[in-house]
């Protein structure tokens, strides 16, 4: 198994596409692809110095590398349902099913403009085929270890999701380890270079001068690959999701709406290009 260096994960993570280029609207892109031999690349990315801050990330030079081996590949979205490996506990399983039946039920009467180009309405249908045309299986790794939940591998398989032991001792509310889940997603998708993450700023601070720490870990993120420059990237894009289930689920309890707009809010922090916040506030305004 590929070592935890070579990780991307979000679980929430560096240096994001450029704000210039023609964003992706969001539509899948799944993936059929050989496997590549990929001894080199594991080697020179277990070299590569990973933040233990708030879980894993993976280089814009990786994902460019990614790119080469996988863009070929690129398909129409698939109509078949991801599968597990066989060696993925029961328990997590049946936490990964429930989590994401509980993601398809959800229903919403509206939806702001980016929630539609990234998801399309807040319903479980359109949350289902996201995740869906997108993931491909569901593998267990330990992430890198420390509190990582879930992770992509991109030179492994773009299209594959892990999981950790972490997923069932997950502490926090349901739905945030759904955004989570979503992140990485997002994370899959080869064509906009797997959307890696920005480094944060140093000093990070919030809009009351406190030092930005990680909601998941703890840690302070102050120049650390933990940040988006784009509202559609993995952080952004599960920010929105979220968002939109606190402001329009129909069906989602008061405490589920309260959650999802509390980790919404909190990953609007991460946000760092005040062009791509300024549009996801306003998006979230109207």
Known sequence: MIRAALLLSFGLLLAAP?????????????????KPDLTAMQEAAADARRSRADLYAFTKEEAAAAYKKFAFGIKAPRAT????????PADIQKQMLADLAFIK??????????????????SGADYAK???TRVS????????????????????????????????RFSHPQVSRMMVVYHEARHTETKNRNWPHATCPTPFRDE????????WTGATLAGEPACDE??????????????????????????VKLDAGLYADDQLGRIIDAGAKKEMRDDFSR
């Open 105 to 122: 039920g959800l229903a919403g009467e509206n939806a702001t403009a980016l929630h539609r180009k990234i998801f399309g309405a807040v």
């Open 81 to 88: 349902a991801f599968t597990f490996d066989k060696d993925v």
């Open 130 to 132: 996201f995740f869906e």
């Open 137 to 168: 299986a569901i593998g267990m790794n330990s992430c890198g270890g420390g509190n990582a939940v879930a992770c992509v591998i991109p030179f492994q398989d773009p299209s594959k999701m892990w999981l950790t032991q972490n997923f069932i």
């Open 18 to 34: 450029s704000r210039a280029a023609a964003p992706f609207d969001g539509g899948a892109g799944a993936l059929d692809v050989p």
């Open 208 to 215: 009351n001068g406190k030092d930005m720490k990680s909601i």
């Open 230 to 255: 784009t509202p559609f990237g993995s952080y952004s894009s599960s920010t929105i999701m979220l968002k939109n289930i606190s402001k329009y689920c129909t069906n989602c309890t008061d405490k």
